[in-house]
């Protein structure tokens, strides 16, 4: 662990190393896919999600499993019925919440929102540099989760899309996602069905695989470890077609003018 300055403040870079979550370690190089469940329209309320979190468990035990709160009491109740990961989607809102993982032996996903508050959507948000923002903000979260007792090789940072952006910021924090990459923590990347990916392309919610895909694989280039999606096979195969132009995986079939 080394430290630099973002925003002058002491900010935590990390060796690029494994990514430990629950009982599952996952080593450098083989990005992730982070299946979307929309378990309820409000997926954050404590009586329909922990009953899934437990069924899901018992039949999947070495599953990880991630779950979307920002409330601590939440999170708890989650990663007792069997979470191994909180993504704190508001950005540290709730300042206990790097204490319930740290308590729950949990990883955390420590996010971007600008000023934004918890389920509001932002009006004309403005950064002289958004990506340094975002930098200095996830990696002072990342700060606050080690010296609650986070595991580091446990913490992600997510700059994220919408949230606290508009189209244009979503899409330069995007194209300089490797700047965030190059601090060593892992990159969690949320794309999917985006409303700049919507708007960009103007497409409507069922048309924006094609754009997410895109993003997808621009962020797995840059060195993005985890990717959030509702598409899982189509996901899992750019993100390994990407890995076998860059040299990191061997394809899966190679016999053309070889036989």
């Known amino acids: ?46 009586r329909r999600v922990v009953p899934f979190i437990e069924r899901v468990r018992a039949a999947y035990p070495g599953l990880v499993i991630s779950v979307d709160t920002w409330r601590r009491e939440s ?4 990663c007792a019925a069997g979470a191994n990961l909180i993504n704190d989607t508001w950005s540290a809102w709730d300042s206990g919440l790097a204490e319930a993982a740290a308590e729950s032996g949990a990883g955390l996903v420590c996010s971007h929102v600008g000023t934004l508050m918890p389920r509001t959507r932002p009006h004309r948000p403005a950064y002289e540099d958004v990506l340094a923002d975002v930098r200095a903000r996830v990696l002072r979260l990342a700060r606050r989760a080690l010296d609650a007792g986070v595991d580091p090789d446990s913490i992600v940072i997510d700059p994220t899309r919408d949230f606290g952006k508009n189209t244009w910021q979503s899409l330069e924090q995007t194209r300089r996602i490797g700047e965030l990459t190059a601090t060593g923590w ?25 754009g997410t895909l895109a993003v997808t694989s621009v962020g797995a280039w840059l060195g993005a470890r985890i990717f959030r999606a509702h598409d899982v096979r189509a996901t899992r195969q750019a993100l390994d077609m990407v890995a076998s132009i860059k040299g990191d995986r061997p394809p899966a079939r190679a016999v053309r003018a070889l036989a």
């Open 75 to 78: 999170a708890r109740a989650m």
């Open 186 to 210: 892992p990159v969690l990347l949320s794309a999917s069905h985006r409303d700049f990916v919507g708007e960009t392309l103007d497409a409507p919610i069922d048309g924006r695989l094609a």
């Open 1 to 46: 662990m080394s430290t630099d300055v973002a925003a002058g403040i002491e900010a935590p870079t990390r060796t690029t190393g494994p990514l430990r979550l629950g009982p599952r370690e996952f080593a450098p190089g083989r990005p992730l896919v982070m299946a979307i469940v929309n378990r309820t329209p409000d997926s954050l309320e404590i």
